[in-house]
T-cell receptor, first 112, second 115 residues
Framework: GNSVTQMEGPVTLSEEAFLTINCTYT??????LFWYVQYPGEGLQLLLK?????DKGSNKGFEATYRKETTSFHLEKGSVQVSDSAVYFC???????????FGKGTMLLVSP | KAGVTQTPRYLIKTRGQQVTLSCSPI?????VSWYQQTPGQGLQFLFE???????NKGNFPGRFSGRQFSNSRSEMNVSTLELGDSALYLC??????????????FGPGTRLLVL
């Protein structure tokens, strides 16, 4: 079946530090890959997505590249801010479907 | 455009009762999906509705059911509530023109507490 594995948190960083959150997946075919972010007390917001191998999704300084050979979609940001503190979810939708399979989520805490 | 709205935002029920949650998708979106979020199991897919028909279903017992109306609004129902049903229930909508790689837009969720 389909599954997503992402690194356990919390990830604790100082402001302006470099961020990497690892995400790997298992799926047949060519799934689409997503990163969603959840702020306290809110629903999920799409951060970025990639729909085919070697695509790079980017938004608000965050980036992730769809790596078919390593089945990975790691999230990176060059300089985090306190306002980036949230829970980040990696997810996939199988080829031909829009339903999402999520990873467990990684909490990011950024201190001033 | 207004986002996905869910009502009510909070609910407290007791074991054995049933509950109905409502979701209004973004205007023009035809697909509505439901997810359950718990600290232990994370985010799990419940079901997806498209054009008033259930198109996909997750691995949940038959106590969980849903429906979609002609205006794309959706409801989910949980009967005979159990303590383990306490969760945040999230609704998401999408255009569903091709089904492939489409972005799902999430509502704020309904937080259900079962006592």
């Amino acid at each position: 079946g389909n599954s997503v594995t992402q690194m356990e948190g919390p990830v604790t960083l100082s402001e302006e530090a470099f961020l990497t959150i690892n995400c790997t997946y298992t799926a047949t075919g060519y799934p689409s890959l997503f990163w969603y972010v959840q702020y306290p007390g809110e629903g999920l917001q799409l951060l970025l997505k990639a729909t085919k191998a070697d695509d790079k999704g980017s938004n608000k300084g965050f980036e992730a590249t769809y790596r078919k050979e390593t089945t990975s979609f790691h999230l990176e940001k060059g300089s985090v801010q306190v306002s980036d503190s949230a829970v980040y979810f990696c997810a996939l939708s199988p080829s031909g479907y829009s339903t999402l399979t999520f990873g467990k989520g990684t909490m990011l805490l950024v201190s001033p | 455009k207004a986002g996905v709205t869910q009502t009510p935002r909070y609910l407290i029920k007791t074991r054995g009762q049933q509950v109905t949650l409502s979701c209004s998708p973004i205007s023009g979106h035809r697909s509505v999906s439901w997810y359950q979020q718990t600290p232990g199991q994370g985010l799990q897919f419940l079901f997806e509705y498209f054009s008033e028909t259930q198109r996909n279903k997750g691995n949940f017992p038959g106590r969980f059911s849903g429906r979609q109306f002609s205006n794309s609004r959706s409801e989910m129902n949980v009967s005979t509530l159990e303590l383990g049903d306490s969760a945040l229930y999230l609704c998401a909508s999408s255009l569903a023109t091709s089904g492939e790689g489409e972005t799902q837009y999430f509502g704020p969720g309904t937080r259900l507490l079962v006592l």
